[in-house]
């Protein structure tokens, strides 16, 4: 199963910006998409999931991202508002199901967020 994250960019402090993620292959079902980031020089951190329709996310970007996804297109977006430069980092989407050789765990390849004036 291979996942495509597009969407990153630069953005001013206190813009906006949509992250998408399509995962292609022998799916038979999701379980979990999700989405992580790493910034410079520190270690990998969850943002955001979604299962079974229910959401969570970190503490710091709560109230202002939002994930959703789209099961009929194997999507999953993460909609980024308010961004302060903190939010800078590489952004990869993650998703855990079942394919046509067993359970997976894949990730995206990560698309870059850059929040700078």
């Known amino acids: 199963v291979q996942l495509q994250a597009s969407g990153g960019g630069l953005v001013q402090p206190g813009g906006s910006l949509r992250l998408s993620c399509a995962a292609s292959?022998?799916?038979?079902?999701?379980?979990?998409m999700g989405w992580y980031r790493q910034a410079p020089g520190k270690e990998r951190e969850w943002v955001a999931t979604?299962?079974?329709?229910?959401?969570n996310y970190a503490d710091s970007v709560k109230g202002r991202f939002t994930i959703s996804n789209d099961n009929a297109k194997n999507m999953v977006y993460l909609q980024m508002n308010s961004l302060k430069p903190e939010d800078t980092a590489v952004y990869y989407c993650?998703?855990?199901?079942?394919?046509?050789?067993?359970?997976?765990?894949?990730w995206g390849q990560g698309t870059q967020v850059t929040v700078s004036s």
């Open positions: 979604t299962s079974g329709g229910n959401t």
């Open positions: 993650n998703v855990r199901g079942l394919g046509s050789k067993g359970p997976f765990g894949s």
């Open positions: 292959g022998s799916i038979f079902s999701i379980n979990v």
